[in-house]
């Protein structure tokens, strides 16, 4: 079945540092690739995503590259902010056909905190 | 609404209590899904709704959880005779039509107690 495995945290990074959270999955199909992100208190907020193979998904100055040879969705961001502190979930679906929904999912979350 | 919203957005209830939990999707959007988190157990599917039917309940865990659509908005799900291994923030999400590559977006949730 699919799954998805992200880096094990949580991560703890300065202002202004670079971060990566990386994230491989499974799938049997061509899955669309999402980053969500979790504030403190609050619900799953898109963050960026991918639908095919070499697709570049940005947002808020984070991006993600859709690796289908590394079978990869890793997330980078050049300079973190302490308001970039929370919990980012990698997640896939299955794209079987375009009448179809399909299912989320989820990586195990990894924390991330930023200092000033 | 502009967003996902649940209800109640907490609730604590005695084990072996039935509990209802409502969601009312983003305005327009024809497809709902359930997700349950919890800490063990991370993110987990439940159930996916294309306007009133449910293609896809493969998640729910039990014969106690049930969820209903109606109107092809407001959904309902309830858990029976609840237990504490129930306890977990359920999350409900839409997206404006079915397909792998539309996203999803999330109310806050409910977070359930079971005592």
């Known amino acids: 079945g699919d799954s998805v495995t992200q880096m094990e945290g949580p991560v703890t990074l300065s202002e202004e540092a670079f971060l990566t959270i990386n994230c491989t999955y499974t799938?049997?199909?061509?899955?669309?690739l999402f980053w969500y992100v979790q504030y403190p208190g609050e619900g799953l907020q898109l963050l960026l995503k991918a639908t095919k193979a070499d697709d570049k998904g940005s947002n808020k100055g984070f991006e993600a590259t859709y690796r289908k040879e590394t079978t990869s969705f890793h997330l980078e961001k050049g300079s973190v902010q302490v308001s970039d502190s929370a919990v980012y979930f990698c997640a896939l679906s299955e794209v079987w056909e375009e009448t179809s929904g399909s299912r989320l999912t989820f990586g195990e979350g990894t924390q991330l905190t930023v200092n000033p | 609404g502009a967003g996902v919203s649940q209800s109640p957005s907490n609730k604590v209830t005695e084990k072996g209590k039935d509990v209802e939990l409502r969601c009312d999707p983003i305005?327009?959007?024809?497809?709902l899904y359930w997700y349950r988190q919890s800490l063990g157990q991370g993110l987990e599917f439940l159930i996916y709704f294309q306007g009133n039917s449910a293609p896809d309940k493969s998640g729910l865990p039990s014969d106690r959880f049930s969820a209903e659509r109606t109107g092809g908005s407001v959904s309902t799900l309830t858990i029976q005779r609840t237990q504490q291994e129930d306890s977990a923030v359920y999350l409900c999400?839409?997206?404006?039509?079915?397909?792998?590559?539309?996203?999803?977006?999330f109310g806050d949730g409910t977070r359930l107690s079971i005592l």
């Open positions: 799938a049997t199909g061509y899955p669309s």
């Open positions: 999400a839409s997206s404006s039509r079915p397909g792998g590559n539309q996203p999803q977006h």
């Open positions: 305005s327009g959007h024809t497809a």
